[in-house]
C-alpha cells in the first residue's frame, strides 16, 4: 500500500472542496490520512483537515475542522484512480 501516495492525492484533489462548508478552502498542511481498511485495490480511510476562511481584506478569518471517509481503488502501481465520499461534514460552530 502507498500511504504516501494517497496524502499527495488529498493534497492535490479537489475532492476536498466537497467537505468543506463556508466556502473557504482545505488547508493541506493540517490534512491527516487514516487507513482504515485495505482490501485488493480498494482503500477505505477517514481524512481530516481545516477549512482556511478569508475576509474581505484576504486575512484569514478563521478555521473549520472538517472530515470524510473515502473509498480510493488503486490502479496496479498503487495510484488512486477513483475516490468515493463515504460520508463526511464540517464543524461548524
Do not use: H
Not at 28 to 49: M, P, R, Y
Not at 62 to 88: K, Q
Amino acid at each position: 500500500m502507498q500511504a504516501k501516495a494517497i496524502v499527495e492525492f488529498f493534497q492535490q484533489t479537489p475532492a476536498l472542496a466537497r467537505l468543506c462548508s463556508q466556502n473557504g478552502w482545505p488547508d493541506s498542511d493540517s490534512l491527516q490520512v487514516e487507513i482504515l481498511k485495505e482490501d485488493a485495490g480498494t482503500v477505505f480511510c477517514n481524512v481530516t483537515f481545516d477549512e482556511i476562511l478569508m475576509e474581505g481584506a484576504g486575512c484569514v478569518a478563521g478555521r473549520v475542522s472538517c472530515w470524510g471517509r473515502y473509498r480510493l481503488r488503486l490502479d496496479a502501481t498503487g495510484r488512486v484512480i477513483d475516490a468515493r465520499l463515504m460520508a463526511g461534514e464540517a464543524e461548524v460552530g
